[in-house]
């Protein structure tokens, strides 16, 4: 617990592509700010520095080490992030750090124990179980409106440009289970529980990419409730679905269907009624992003309330380990087409 009246004093790494979203959302959240800016190319720092108002800029992420931050937010490529979070376990400084944790189960394995023998907290920016329309759905689970969910269905597919924005992913070989997959096993996690099998077939269907635009997988949940998840970023209809995840939740008194424009519809013995999510309404978020970008301010805030009254974050690195043992259940299935248990892979979390 970390329990100052000030706000704790952030160290933000990685100027790109999404950078922006956290730093206008950390300019929201209660209790904490942005004291100094890390990028390795220096006209990103300085450039952000300059319109997000930071006062201090640098491109060496070795400032961490400097005795002056209460936390780190890390916004780079899933690569650096066992170096980067290496500095702040041995700087004892608490990290939120954007997903994915890293490329494959054994490296986020070595991640969370190196943080955890230091006992240095680590969140993963999961922010898609943070969209106000998973929050609700989440809430009329546990109120027990369906009753005990046996069956799910979570799909993101569409055709965005992701290639021009996030130039990177066209030669990663671990794509798109990593990229988008990964926020919908977070999600399926968070709306039916823990899983403990996984088929899985993957598909590269756009030319000249290095690893797989398509996934789809069935996961067995701990209650015996099944799941499908799938994703693509070669879907092609109109208007393009991007960024929304659709599907269904199934329970034994009754469903919600998750459907077009943030609408959640209930089915339960008493009828059918349809509640729809409304955006909040930010001057900095816009189409057809606004959906993800509302949710970052909220994943931001849930990491700093946590650090302030000592809770557990609800995607800590530990807790995620559970969905980076399915993703990597996934690859291992979509490569050997056969069912993985997450056993076959870690004895114990
Ligand atoms: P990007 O490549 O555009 O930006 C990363 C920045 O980090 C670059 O400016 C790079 O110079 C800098 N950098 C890399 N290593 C560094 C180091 N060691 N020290 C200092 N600076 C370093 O990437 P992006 O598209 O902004 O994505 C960043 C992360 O955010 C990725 O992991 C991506 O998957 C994730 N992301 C999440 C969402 C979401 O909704 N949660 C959306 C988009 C991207
Ligand atoms: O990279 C993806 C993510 O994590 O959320 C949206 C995105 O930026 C493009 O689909």
């Not at 440009?161 to 990964?182: A, C, H, S, W």
Request: glycine share 8%; proline share 3%; net charge negative.
């Amino acid at each position: 617990m970390i329990a100052v009246s000030q706000n704790l004093k952030g160290l933000f790494i990685g100027a790109g592509f999404f950078s922006r979203n956290h730093l206008h959302a950390w300019a929201e959240v209660e209790g904490a700010e942005i004291a100094a800016i890390c990028d390795r190319d220096p006209q990103r720092a300085e450039a952000a520095a300059k319109e997000y108002g930071i006062a201090e800029w640098g491109t060496d992420a070795a400032m961490l080490q400097s005795g002056r931050f209460d936390f780190v937010d890390i916004c780079t490529t899933m690569e650096t992030h066992e170096a980067l979070i290496a500095l702040a376990v041995q700087a004892g400084v608490p990290v939120i750090v954007q997903k994915p944790m890293a490329p494959d189960l054994a490296t986020c394995l070595r991640i969370e124990a190196q943080a955890r023998a230091a006992g240095v907290p680590v969140m993963l920016h999961e922010n898609f179980r943070f969209q106000k329309i998973f929050r609700r759905l989440r809430e009329i689970l546990s109120s027990g409106e369906i009753g005990e969910v046996t069956f799910g269905r979570l799909n993101w597919r569409n055709d965005i440009d992701v290639y021009t924005n996030q130039p990177y992913l066209i030669e990663t070989k671990r794509f798109m289970i990593m990229d988008v997959g990964i926020h919908m096993l977070d999600l399926a996690r968070y709306l039916l529980g823990d899983a403990s099998e996984v088929s899985c077939f993957n598909q590269s269907v756009k030319e000249g990419i290095a690893g797989e635009d398509a996934a789809t997988m069935l996961l067995r949940h701990d209650n015996k409730a099944v799941s499908v998840v799938d994703v693509s970023y070669a879907s092609h209809k109109s208007p393009n679905l991007f960024p929304q995840t659709l599907g269904e939740i199934e329970g034994r008194l009754g469903t919600v269907e998750i459907l077009e424009g943030q609408v959640l519809r209930i089915h339960t013995a008493a009828g059918r009624r349809d509640e729809v999510l409304a955006a909040d309404g930010r001057s900095w978020t816009s189409e057809p992003w606004t959906q993800i970008q509302d949710s970052v301010p909220r994943t931001q805030q849930h990491f700093i309330d946590c650090l302030r009254s000592g809770r557990d974050f609800e995607t800590s690195a530990g807790d995620s380990l559970k969905t980076y043992a399915l993703a990597e259940a996934a690859y291992c299935s979509a490569a050997t087409g056969r069912t993985v248990a997450i056993a076959e892979l870690v004895k114990e979390f």
